[in-house]
């Protein structure tokens, strides 16, 4: 799948393992989970093959957040994307996302 950003931030956290956004800072191992979780994105045929590894918790979301799937980066945080359906599957990667906070 090809996989876009959303914002500048979350192609730096993936390309440079880091961000200069001072509003977006995370532990190195919450950033190394991250690039592989993108990796993972990047290397799928398919999003259905996302439901087939459970370690992902891939789950399309409801209510307000219709339109956006999620996977886990690990038990603390997951990242948010949405997904159009081209010739080859496009994700743009919106939002990472701690859980305790994400129902505020």
Do not use: W
């Amino acid at each position: 799948m090809i996989v876009t950003f959303e914002q500048a931030y979350l192609k730096e956290l993936y390309d440079e393992g880091k961000t200069t956004d001072k509003k977006h800072r995370f532990q190195p191992d919450v950033v190394k989970r991250y690039q592989q979780r993108i990796k993972t994105l990047e290397s799928a045929p398919r999003i259905e093959t996302l439901y087939q590894i459970k370690s992902l918790n891939y789950e399309v979301l409801s209510g307000d957040k219709a339109g956006i799937s999620s996977i886990r980066v690990n038990d603390k945080y997951r990242i948010e994307f949405t997904v159009s359906l081209l010739d080859n599957p496009v994700v743009t990667i919106c939002n990472i996302l701690e859980l305790s906070n994400h129902y505020k």
